[in-house]
């Protein structure tokens, strides 16, 4: 960069912080906020559990093909423009959703909403060319646990609008609010910029990932319904398998691939990633369980809380959230003064206290949310740590993309988590009834407690090397980076 630029040009303004963290909290929501009610949302249109389950399997499909490309495209073309342009779709898409009495169109809303997931890593790569050294590691923390959090609120949100039975088209006219303040918030706050990346899409590797991650996520999400050894499910995850073998040849011989392989297979980022995966599952675990034990009828099953779905939002996840918030914001501070990779190594630890806590004690209501805000504590500090993880990897033309792979992953996760989930309550009945034995939570639970011992074990492996090189070669001239800045 130029000498031309002034310090005091690169101050990021005061709105940029908390302004990202908004974005960043309407994602959270947007990914939470319709788990509860799909099947309200069926018997309110009139299709079956089945249908209905599209509203989340579109949303997860199109998140897992728009995130890489929208990262390569806000690294090429400007993270401000394109963050822009995201949150327009997911605004559109809310508006549809909410207006909507049709499932087709519903779904259409919902896969416009799945383009919202590229937002974060986007929202992470403007911090790091925007915030001074000083604070990028204390605002990576406090906006990734915002991240964490805000599912939680996400599903508080959706008991309090949903309560007795209420219209679930309540929900979506939120999350058109909660977009549209977001737009307002980020056309203000963040700052506009020249590009300084030169090259294209790589379209092909594009195609190839999308056809293979779809194929994939098919046979994840719908392989309990179509049956985990039918044709359906075997189908997709065969041919996924080789479409996906066959896009990492061709990124392999690709001068500019979408998705650099060296990103994938780079030790640090290896485990960083698969740290993530095993977060996602964690955190999941910890939403859907929690929600479903407590709402369980004590009287029919000699378990749970027969919790409303506004009270087991309030009562049992609300706590959690605010505990996640507070965790959130001092993870900055802890992770200055010990680093990144222990209080991942640590946050993996709490997360197995949390779970083992409720595998035992989980009888009465403090309890429950004892284990639920210890849990809530280790998904903040896990989601501060890995950004902060995968930067020190990655030169900064490739932060978009390398987050996106990491949110990818993290998608995979909490998909993982829902789909064994759902199984295990569906398969593992008390007998005579469709209420799911004790034991499929305990098993869940436990689970958890595993998922968290992979974070901690991930992290151990994780060691810093210097920045792998940039797959954008080009960059714009100095004076045209000076230029932006100074016309900021």
């Not at 508006?95 to 590229?118: D, E, K, N, P, W």
């Not at 932060?399 to 593992?428: D, E, F, K, P, Q």
Request: glycine share 10%; charged share 10%; hydrophobic share 55%.
């Amino acid at each position: 960069m130029s000498s031309a630029v002034r310090t005091e040009d690169l101050r990021p303004g005061v709105l940029l912080l908390p302004g990202l963290c908004f974005v960043v909290m309407t994602v959270a929501v947007l990914q939470t906020m319709v788990i509860p009610i799909v099947g309200t949302i069926g018997m309110q249109l009139h299709v079956s559990p089945t249908a209905a389950g599209w509203v989340l399997t579109a949303n997860l499909l199109a998140a897992v093909v728009a995130t890489p490309v929208i990262g390569r495209l806000a690294d090429l073309h400007g993270k401000r423009p394109v963050l822009i342009g995201v949150l327009l779709l997911v605004l559109a898409g809310s508006l549809i959703a909410a207006s909507t009495h049709s499932l087709a169109l519903l779904i259409f809303g919902r896969v416009l909403q799945g383009v919202s997931y590229a937002l974060f890593p986007i929202a992470l790569a403007i911090l790091r060319d925007e915030m001074p050294d000083r604070k990028l590691v204390g605002s990576m923390a406090i906006l990734s646990g915002t991240l964490g959090v805000g599912g939680g609120f996400g599903l508080v949100l959706t008991g309090l609008l949903t309560a007795d039975g209420a219209d679930y088209h309540r929900v979506f006219w939120l999350t058109a609010v909660f977009v549209l303040g977001a737009l307002v918030i980020a056309w203000f706050a963040v700052p506009a910029r020249a590009r300084t990346g030169r090259g294209s899409v790589d379209w092909w590797g594009a195609v190839l990932l999308a056809i293979a991650l779809v194929l994939l996520f098919l046979a994840l999400t719908q392989g309990r319904e179509w049956g985990w050894g039918s044709v359906a499910t075997l189908t997709c995850s065969i041919i996924g398998a080789i479409t996906l073998a066959l896009w990492w040849i061709f990124e392999n011989k690709t001068a500019a691939p979408l998705v650099a392989p060296r990103l994938l297979t780079h030790g640090p980022l290896l485990a960083t990633n698969i740290a993530t995966l095993f977060v996602g599952i964690g955190m999941f675990v910890n939403f859907l369980a929690c929600s479903y034990f407590v709402q369980t009828s004590r009287e029919l099953a000699g378990y749970g809380f027969s919790a409303t779905v506004l009270g087991a939002s309030v009562v049992y996840l609300l706590p959690g959230a605010v505990v996640g918030v507070i965790a959130a914001t001092c993870s900055g501070i802890f992770i200055r003064r010990f680093g990144a990779r222990p209080i991942l190594i640590t946050s993996g630890g709490i997360g197995v206290v949390g779970f083992v806590s409720f595998v035992f004690f989980h009888t009465v209501t403090w309890q429950v949310v004892l284990a639920t805000s210890i849990v809530s504590v280790f998904v903040s500090l896990a989601f501060a740590a890995i950004p902060n993880l995968l930067m020190a990897e990655v030169s900064a033309s490739d932060t978009g993309v390398a987050n996106s792979v990491n949110s990818i992953v993290r998608t995979v996760g909490t998909s993982i988590a829902s789909a064994l989930l759902t199984t295990m309550l569906a398969t593992y009945t008390i007998a005579g009834t469709s209420i799911p034995r004790e034991m499929v939570y305990t098993f869940a639970f436990v689970a958890g407690a595993i998922a968290c011992t992979i974070v901690a074990l991930a992290a151990t492996a994780i060691r810093v090397e210097p920045p792998i090189p940039a797959i954008v070669t080009e960059v714009a001239p100095d004076s045209e980076v000076a230029q932006a800045h100074g016309n900021r």
